[in-house]
């Protein structure tokens, strides 16, 4: 009866396939967004106003917006499937792995939809104008994404924290692994000062922690094969 139970709670590692797909694609898909958001102009200095309705007065531009919120929103949901993978591997760990995890999703998914709602409208209405009046609009949209950013950053900071524990005590995930992901954690706490590169380390962290996945179930794979020769 105990061993069945201990055999049940442990993660079938050629499960993680697939979750590992999805983490190297969600992460790649992250860094496309974030840098296509690079783009976006400087709402900081004084002719904010002026440089926004320029910016998306562009087709161009107006594209990218419908461009970045795809690659981030489809980041998000695969990044979901991945953290599936990561929570079977998080044992008693697991609620905070899924707790930070969602909450980084959901506020992934609030700035991707706040910093590019304008220029989306824009392209679309036929009604909608772009000038000094709306641009205020816009200004408040993108300040909406920043504290979102920041908001999930927040929550991939309890994420990665918890797999750290899990990397030190457990050895469940392989411990560069989880430094890398407390270095990613440790950063991302410092909020405003920092929301300009963590979401790229984070998504260099999942790539890692995918191509991981995938190579586990390979080699699980494998040993299954030639055990049932």
Known sequence: MTASASQSTEPAPH????????????????????????????????DAISKVVSF????????????????????????????VALSRRAGNRSHLVLVGGTVFTVFLMVSALAGNTFGITASHSEVFRIGPETALMAILLMDIAYGATIAAMTGAAVMLFAIWRVARDTGAVPLRLGWFGLAVAVLSLAGPFSVWFTPLLLALWMIAAGVILIATARRARTVMRRSAT
């Open 56 to 83: 998306h007065r562009k087709e161009s531009n107006q594209a990218l917006s419908e461009t970045s919120v795809l690659l981030l929103l489809a980041a998000a949901l695969l990044f979901m499937f991945f953290l």
């Open 15 to 46: 499960r993680d396939l697939w979750p590992g797909v999805a983490g190297l694609l969600a992460g790649g898909l992250l860094i496309a967004g974030y840098v296509l958001a690079w783009r976006m102009p400087d709402i900081e200095e004084q």
